[in-house]
């Protein structure tokens, strides 16, 4: 059976980059300007407080995982106000000892493990739209385990090291999301895969891109008339379902052209197209280039 979440997840390329130990103690609050890049902590010991803009303030707590797609601006602080320390994340999250914030002696109030990876997808901002803006799940041993191995071996400086963590944090993505509280989820991905009759959909699509799908087509498979898949879909998923599957072609697309070694006629039918010229057209009106100045610049960027 077809996985959109998975496809997803590979299309974006996650790639390790940082992870380290945060404690805190007494008073003590920082404020982390947007980053844009996805972000993650597990907390081992005690609680804090975690406000991320445009969302509802949280108090985490021993257990409590968090992945922030795209990571907005935020504030982590203990439980006694304190005037936050603003923080540049561009220029302080660099590698080295445990972060500690507030009381620098004895033991810490809370103390957590996370980090932050990148996309390689050229289109990641479009599939992080997806997702949800904040993850907030409790309770998952296995998410916090992920956690303290992919911070042990980016510690380690041993062969294999980058394709070890890129594999980890392909798992911890998929653990995170589909641990993720669908009744909660914003429109989006998750939202639409929790609705079983919109999943149908979005299993269709995905498994077979290269189909004619239209309206009527896709709220057969739903089981539901045009007029109310139509609106169930933009309610759950966020977009139409026509825009949902050419920003999903596009971005196979995109990958196929990444790769290499497929002629522009192949790449067209392989999303969904029926000539080079439609696909060409499309492309460079979605992309804002055409498709082979798109393989050159990604091939020179190499």
């Known amino acids: 059976m077809t996985d959109p979440l998975t496809q997803v997840i590979r299309l974006l390329r996650p790639r390790a980059v940082f992870s380290k130990g945060i404690s805190g103690a007494g008073a003590w609050a920082v404020r982390y300007a947007a980053f844009g890049h996805p972000g993650f902590c597990a907390v081992t010991e005690g609680r804090c407080r975690l406000a991320v803009e445009g969302e509802a303030p949280v108090i985490l707590e021993e257990g409590d995982f968090v992945l922030l797609p795209a990571t907005p601006a935020f504030t982590?602080?203990?439980?006694?106000?304190?005037?936050?320390?603003?923080?540049?994340?561009?220029?302080?999250?660099?590698?080295?000892?445990?972060?500690?914030?507030?009381?620098?002696?004895?033991?810490?109030?809370?103390r957590q493990f996370g980090g932050w990876f990148t996309f390689d997808a050229p289109d990641a901002g479009l599939l992080v739209s997806l997702l949800p803006r904040m993850i907030h799940i409790r309770a998952v041993p296995r998410l916090a385990q992920l956690v303290q191995l992919l911070g042990d071996e980016a510690a380690r400086d041993e062969m294999g090291r980058a394709l070890i963590l890129e594999r980890l944090v392909d798992i911890l993505l998929i653990e995170a999301l589909r641990a993720a509280p669908a009744t909660r989820a914003q429109p989006g991905l998750l939202h639409g895969l929790a609705d079983p009759r919109i999943a149908a959909a979005l299993r269709g699509m995905h498994g077979a891109i290269e189909q004619?799908?239209?309206?009527?087509?896709?709220?057969?498979?739903?089981?539901?008339?045009?007029?109310?898949?139509?609106?169930?879909?933009?309610?759950?998923?966020?977009?139409?379902?026509?825009?949902?599957?050419?920003?999903?072609?596009?971005?196979?697309?995109?990958?196929?052209?990444?790769?290499?070694?497929?002629?522009?006629?192949?790449?067209?039918?392989?999303?969904?197209?029926?000539?080079?010229?439609?696909?060409s057209t499309a492309f460079s009106r979605h992309v804002g280039t055409a498709p082979g100045r798109f393989a050159r610049q990604v091939e020179a960027a190499g």
Do not use: C, N
């Open 76 to 110: 982590m602080s203990g439980l006694t106000p304190a005037p936050p320390l603003r923080i540049d994340p561009a220029t302080a999250l660099l590698p080295g000892q445990e972060i500690r914030h507030g009381r620098k002696e004895g033991p810490p109030d809370v």
């Open 212 to 279: 004619d799908w239209t309206i009527p087509r896709l709220a057969e498979v739903a089981g539901m008339s045009r007029s109310a898949f139509f609106a169930r879909f933009a309610r759950t998923v966020g977009l139409r379902p026509m825009e949902y599957l050419l920003g999903w072609r596009m971005a196979v697309a995109k990958s196929l052209l990444r790769g290499g070694g497929l002629t522009l006629d192949e790449v067209a039918r392989r999303v969904g197209y029926g000539s080079a010229s439609t696909f």
